[in-house]
């Protein structure tokens, strides 16, 4: 899937920085980013099936985001844990969030701020979580400035926050708006010819379609097939549509 991936971009004319990392491969530097946490004390195990926490995500908890985790497990005293521990629920870890509210300048959305619920960084079968593995991967790997879509923006204070306990530098960001479907959704198989490959099943080129993706920002006209260095010459992120845009694969 990966291979298929960098084809679809170097068929658009899209180049990338080094090899394909596999999260699957990075444990360890994962299990270092928890360790460091849990000798700040800064993780504690949660036993809250999905139910639970939805049901306790549902009522009122001053400062924290709607639906964010109120802190159920927090100050569980030893002896509770133990009980959850006989009952045979695997715990989570999660992060102490302490309510911390986090602002940042987006690039193309503009001054933002969230506070940080206490979210989870270890899942209960073992697996670490997103908001962990992307932060440990990003300062690896000295990423700089993550661009990615508008529905990951409530996501970010979270991560900027990890990284800061990680004593990693923050990156800057830029969440673009999303591809929707005629049907209001995000852009996925289920309404047709999405792919590079559904795209010349059509009868469209990858130049066409680079050209359709160039209009749908602003960067050409419809119909234009600009070159990689117009394109370039072109972009200014203040000029960026702040609002999603709907294709039918359908009808186009």
Not at 91 to 104: K, Q, V, Y
Request: hydrophobic share 40%; net charge negative; aromatic share 4%.
């Amino acid at each position: 899937m990966a291979e298929a991936q960098l084809a679809d971009l170097d068929a658009i004319g899209l180049d990338w920085d080094g090899p394909v990392l596999r999260q699957s491969e990075r444990l360890d530097l994962y299990e270092e980013a928890l360790a460091r946490l849990a000798r700040d004390a800064r993780v504690y195990p949660c036993y809250c099936t999905r139910a639970e926490i939805r049901e306790a995500a549902s009522a009122p908890h001053g400062p924290l985001p709607e639906g964010a985790y109120p802190g159920t497990c927090r100050e569980l005293s030893a002896a509770q844990r133990a009980e959850r521990e006989r009952s045979g629920r695997p715990p989570a870890l999660r992060l102490r969030g302490e309510t911390a509210r986090i602002s940042f300048e987006d690039r193309v959305l503009g001054r933002q701020e969230g506070t940080v619920d206490d979210f989870v960084v270890r899942r209960n079968d073992g697996a670490y979580a997103y908001n962990l593995a992307v932060v440990v991967d990003d300062g690896a790997q000295g990423v700089g400035e993550v661009v990615r879509g508008a529905d990951l923006l409530e996501t970010t204070p979270r991560q900027l926050h990890l990284g800061a306990l990680l004593g990693l530098p923050p990156a800057a960001h830029a969440h673009v708006p999303l591809m929707l479907g005629a049907d209001g959704a995000r852009l996925a198989k289920r309404h047709g010819a999405v792919t590079l490959a559904d795209r010349h099943a059509a009868g469209e080129s990858p130049l066409d379609v680079r050209g359709r993706l160039a209009a749908s920002v602003g960067l050409a006209e419809p119909g234009e097939r600009p070159a990689m260095a117009q394109l370039l010459e072109r972009f200014d992120p203040a000029c960026l549509p702040r609002e999603a845009t709907v294709l039918d694969p359908a009808t186009h």
